[in-house]
């Protein structure tokens, strides 16, 4: 049961009462991932975790109905990704990539904004520029992006740039209410 907590939910300890713990002992796993799925800790924000860098890249692609694969010079998508510590089929070891707070850290921010930039210019926007330049647009991006709410300081971010779809998208996928699932 804390292996699965830790690999899929949370790198976090979690407490998981006597039900949970034990949700693997007769050794079926839908009784494990429904005791973990109905655990009153997956509620708790104390057990968000970072995207990775991949998992950030694909979740991009979708929100924005882009197809990795036809992306102009899709090379630069291997040197974004080793910039930012996840080459895929790639690990640094056996044991896999580093989890959750390793991905936040200054270096891969950088390769992150500079990969976003890549990654909207190919993005079509017509959505959210058919949008009155408002906080229908902040709106939007939240559903679109799966964010429950801006915090007031993302949203304060938002409102400086409400007229250049481009630029809310990149304060979106770089903002930290997407770049940690929570």
Same mark, same amino acid.
């Given at each position: ?17 006597? @039900?949970?713990?034990?949700?693997? #002992?007769?050794? *079926? $796993? ?6 973990? %799925?109905? /655990? ?55 044991? @896999?990539?580093?989890?959750?707070? #390793?991905?936040? *850290? $200054? ?6 904004? %500079?990969? /976003? ?66």
């Amino acid at each position: 049961t804390r292996r699965v907590w830790f690999r899929f939910i949370s790198s976090t300890d979690s407490i998981i009462d006597q @039900g949970t713990g034990s949700a693997f #002992a007769s050794g *079926n $796993i839908l009784q494990l991932i429904r005791a973990v %799925a109905t /655990s009153p800790a997956m509620s708790n924000s104390l057990h968000a975790q970072s995207k990775s860098p991949v998992e950030w890249f694909i979740s991009v692609c979708r929100a924005l109905g882009l197809t990795p694969s036809l992306l102009h010079n899709n090379t630069n998508i291997i040197n974004y990704l080793n910039a930012m510590g996840q080459v895929p089929f790639d690990p640094p070891n056996v044991g @896999g990539w580093p989890t959750d707070e #390793a991905w936040l *850290n $200054i270096s891969s921010m950088q390769a992150r904004l %500079a990969f /976003s930039k890549y990654i909207v210019a190919q993005a079509n926007l017509r959505s959210i520029n058919a949008l009155p330049a408002t906080d229908a647009r902040i709106s939007y991006l939240a559903d679109l992006f799966g964010v429950a709410a801006w915090s007031g300081r993302t949203k304060s971010v938002f409102r400086t740039s409400l007229a250049d779809p481009a630029e809310l998208v990149l304060i979106a996928i770089n903002a930290p209410e997407y770049v940690v699932n929570a």
